[in-house]
């Protein structure tokens, strides 16, 4: 996972307008949030220090902040997320058409959220109320929560850090719970605790030794 290159397009994607907007239109701000609310339909939103909200059955495009976190309401319809220092949030219903990204930061899927794509991060917890992914998950120290009847395609990656580290790092928390579904690949390439519902079902697992647990939680 390349972080530098997301950074830069979300910086230098900004202009400095901002204000009202038509159906359709993209929506650029510095130092500020944006709020879609449930009848509209935007472009592009982008911001630089502000957050982005979508409410319930808005639409948006590529959704895109830097030091600021996204949520998208119920049912809402976006083409794609990204953040830098922000968490992500996807409400119950809600549609994501192509990947979920964020640097630093956690990743909250709704019941019944559909992502097409795939869900990243480099620092956050994932956790996941029945939902779908198409395109696998990927992060380096973020706790996974795959919880009941979720379905993920594409596998799991938990990279291993990289640049300077002091000390022993916590193991990342890997939980696929009852009746979830992760096909392909689970690949750990660092340490972790990983833990399996004896109802789940999952691929190859790499990396890793799965302890199985009934019930809800381990």
């Known amino acids: 996972m390349n972080r530098t290159p997301l950074v830069l397009s979300l910086a230098l994607g900004l202009s400095l307008a901002g204000g009202a907007f038509a159906h359709g239109d993209d929506v650029d701000k510095v130092n500020g949030s944006i709020t879609i609310n449930s009848d509209q339909h935007a472009g592009n939103l982008t911001t630089i220090n502000g957050s982005i909200h979508i409410e319930s059955g808005g639409t948006a495009a590529k959704v895109s902040t830097v030091n600021g976190g996204i949520s998208v309401g119920a049912h809402a319809t976006v083409d794609s997320l990204e953040t830098v220092n922000g968490g992500i949030e996807v409400g119950d219903g809600a549609r994501v058409a192509r990947t979920v990204e964020a640097v630093n930061g956690g990743v909250q ?28 998950i990927e992060t380096v120290s973020g706790d996974i929560e795959i919880g009941a009847d979720s379905h993920v395609e ?8 990289h640049g300077w580290s002091w000390g022993k790092s916590r193991n990342p928390r890997i939980v696929i719970g009852p009746r979830a579904v992760v096909t392909g690949t689970l690949e750990f390439r660092r340490e972790v605790d990983l833990y399996v519902s004896d109802s789940a079902k999952v691929g190859t697992i790499t990396g890793a030794t799965a302890t199985k647990f009934s019930g809800a939680n381990p």
């Open 109 to 136: 899927l709704g019941k019944g959220a559909d992502v097409a794509g795939h869900v990243s991060n480099v620092n956050g917890r994932f956790t996941l109320d029945a939902a779908h992914i198409g395109g696998g």
């Open 154 to 161: 594409g596998g799991l990656i938990v990279d291993k850090p």
